[in-house]
């Protein structure tokens, strides 16, 4: 059997697979409201095969979104991600939620509306961060957090974890990479703090580990917890990926179950040498300190998919931007592994044919 396509337990949830949806930003919502794109957006994706289904960044204050259209997770009315996680729980697969706040890199406009600062009065907000440092010349001016909004930030993200386990989530993922607020006190770019929270390595993971431990003592402890990060900030007076595997060992103690393994975003302009598989060799550094980790970004093939399981660089592969064009993508891995898998039984007489591409 290819690695690829084995079971994995996590905690008290039976993954099919080792393939993960990559969270990815739908900006179609209104309100922070789920409607139909999202039901059949990650609905396909689940029929399509994969072993979880993580749902994008979902904000857990409305003032956390990236932009206007982001989902959110801060209404106690959960009955339309319930919808849309018993759907995808149907076909087999495991309905997941990575939650978020945005910070400083909040209120821009969606990527395909310029992605850019929207003013406050044409309906964007003021940001937070740890320091009132903005991301880019020309973004505004952050505030920067007391201890205060530092606590109810925490308290927001206990508050969201614990809605989407209502909304019958079976995995939660904190966002705690690509520069966004989580990312914003882990790393020395962005955090130039003078008290608890800043300054030494313990006081950036501060918030984090926090945020970490309020989740974990509010959600069930058979619900399984991921934290993403950004491995490195490519910058070298940023984040590093030493920083991250120490990190990686702490998070364990507190209850991670998995690290799911990205970089960057902590500043514009910073070259990233995106080539095939760049980000592997962070999820398998981190993950010889024993914790579980995903592996992301330019994974595209099933080959090398397999490979990656294989050589033990990580536990689980997230495909991302492959995954739109093609949301039967584990379907189709599993027809070029030579891997027999359950098909959706309204799919079953294609599933026999000589090219799975067909049912596309
Ligand atoms: C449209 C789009 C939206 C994204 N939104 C998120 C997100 O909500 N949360 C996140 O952690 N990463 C997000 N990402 C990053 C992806 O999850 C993934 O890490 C990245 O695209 C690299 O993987 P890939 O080469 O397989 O696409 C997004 C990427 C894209 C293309």
Redesign the pocket.
Known sequence: MNRLFEQINIRSVEIKNRIML?????YSSSDGKINNWHLIHYGSRAVGGAGIVMV??TAVAPDGRITPADLGIYYDDISGYKNLTDFISSTGSIPAI?I?HAGRKGAVRP?WSGDKPIAIEDGGWRTVAPSAIPFDNNWPLPKELDHADIKSIIELFGKGAVRAVKAGFKIVEI?A??GYLIHQFLSPVSNKRDDNYGGTYNNRIRFLLEIVDKIRDSIPSDIPLFV?ISATDWLNDGWSINESVKLAEILKKHGIDLI?V?SGGIKPHVKIPAVRGYQVPFSEAIRKTGVLTSA?????DAEYAEEIIEKGYADVV???????RNPYWPLNAAYTLKETVKWPLQYIRSSVKSSPKGVG
């Open positions: 990559s969270p990815m930003c739908q994008e960044a990575q978020a990527p966002h990479a690509h993403r799911d990205s992301v970004g330019m994974i595209d997230a495909i991302g931007r492959e995954m739109l």
